[in-house]
């Protein structure tokens, strides 16, 4: 979803001549969905697009992915995933992922870059990418995106696009296999977002103009990174498509369908008299998945409120919580921390860690910056995501786990025993 944009030169009427100044056609492209059924935008360009001269095997990062099993709440460090800033200079953000959770419906990367990206065109689905911190360019087909810490970038299915960061990035890769866009409660009938909405149209930022690659017209040939489908334990494969060109060649594009970047500071919070539920604090979903995200902001006002949620039972889904700013109260005494991810699968009770309830009480204010992902089908850990498991989160309700035996008490330490996987 997004509302009709129209960038660059474009004829005045659809599926017409449109010429060039030297008097050669352009080649007009329609890039739509759900087949001719749902949005859209047409595409004009110098050269045509379909053109390719080779095709090899894209080594995909790892996609395997290992059960919750035994079922447990994880929590998994981030920041631990990489190295310092020197060991990543030559990461890009598309190359450079690992996988940390994913499902046959999304899957959830992370990857510190420095280096540009290769060329990259995502066939499987859309891709939300939360910036946790950095700044740069993604340049794609529709022309260019700024990005900052905060944005999530919003890239529709085989967008031709690249990352080039301006500085070192970290970035949170939500690839559905999917469209993702806002939740149609938030939108009319046609398509605007209502007045309920936490935001609209407004915050939302499209490409400004085109972008011409300088040798778009010249003829270079020019690799294309491409995730697709195909068979293996995931699903998923890549090729490299060189095309005779440079993608980089559209003159100018109009439609609904083209990628865009909204800011988590944009989200403006629902508060109440007492807990409001996760939902009010959604901003996307996809097919089996929602996006929502907890900002800064005032908290509940009913003088007998407990600001930090109730223990609930998510009956029907996985909920991951990216711990990106400020501190998380319900989380306090967990280990949690900025760069953390909490595992809170269906089938397991979850709620504020001991003692973070009374600790709450009187707070009007959560100075807190997170990204969840909640989704309908089961979620496996990627090799990431193991990597980085601290194995013991699963007993900081409870203060012990297995190794501390009721007759020794809990370990000196505080240190259970580590919880493995498999
Ligand atoms: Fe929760």
Not at 386 to 402: I, L, Q, T
Request: with cysteine.
């Amino acid at each position: 979803m997004a509302h009709y944009r129209s960038v660059g030169e474009i004829p005045p009427k659809r599926h017409t001549q449109f010429r060039a100044p030297d008097g050669a056609l352009y080649s007009e492209e329609l890039m739509g969905e759900e087949g001719f059924s749902s949005d859209s935008s047409l595409l004009y360009h110098r050269s045509v697009p379909s053109a390719m001269v080779d095709a090899r095997n894209w080594q995909l990062p790892d996609l395997t992915t290992t059960p919750n099993h035994p079922l447990a709440p994880r929590h998994l460090t981030l920041h631990d995933l990489f190295g310092a800033a020197a060991d990543t200079a030559a990461i890009d953000a598309v190359t450079g992922r690992r996988l940390v959770l994913g499902n046959g419906d999304v899957r959830i990367s992370y990857v510190v870059a420095a280096a540009p990206s290769p060329l990259y065109r995502n066939a499987i689905g859309d891709e939300c990418v939360f910036v946790e911190a950095g700044s740069g360019v993604v340049e794609t087909v529709f022309g260019s995106l700024a990005y900052r810490s905060g944005d999530y970038v919003i890239l529709p299915r085989a967008t031709v696009h690249r990352w080039v960061p301006a500085e070192l990035s970290r970035l949170y890769c939500i690839e559905g296999n999917c469209h993702i866009g806002p939740p149609k409660r938030y939108l009319s009938r046609f398509g605007q977002l209502l007045e309920h909405s936490p935001y609209c149209e407004r915050d939302l930022h499209g490409p400004v103009g085109p972008l011409l690659a300088p040798d778009a017209a010249a003829g270079t040939d020019t690799e294309i990174y491409t995730k697709h489908r195909g068979n293996g334990p995931s699903g998923i494969v890549g090729s490299i498509v060189v095309s005779p060109h440079h993608p980089f060649d559209v003159v100018g594009w109009d439609g609904c369908l083209y990628p865009y970047t909204f800011n988590v500071s944009d989200f403006e919070p629902i508060t109440g008299r007492v807990h409001q539920p996760p939902p009010v604090h959604q901003v996307f979903e996809g097919i089996n998945f929602v996006i929502c995200n907890f900002v800064p902001r005032k908290v509940d006002y009913h003088p007998l409120s407990i600001p930090v949620p109730y223990y609930h039972s998510n009956v029907d889904s996985d909920e991951i919580m990216f711990y990106v700013d400020g501190d998380y109260e319900a989380r306090r005494g967990s280990g949690i921390g900025k760069g953390s991810i909490s595992v809170h699968p269906g089938g397991h009770s979850h709620g504020p860690q001991t003692g973070a309830v009374e600790g709450a009480i009187g707070k009007d204010y959560f100075d807190e910056l997170a990204v969840m992902v909640d989704t309908f089908r089961p979620l496996e850990l990627g090799e990431g995501g193991v990597a980085v498991d601290d194995g013991k989160y699963a007993w900081s309700w409870a203060g012990r786990g297995p190794a501390d035996t009721a007759a020794d008490g809990p370990a000196a330490d505080g240190d259970s025993g580590p919880l493995t996987i498999g």
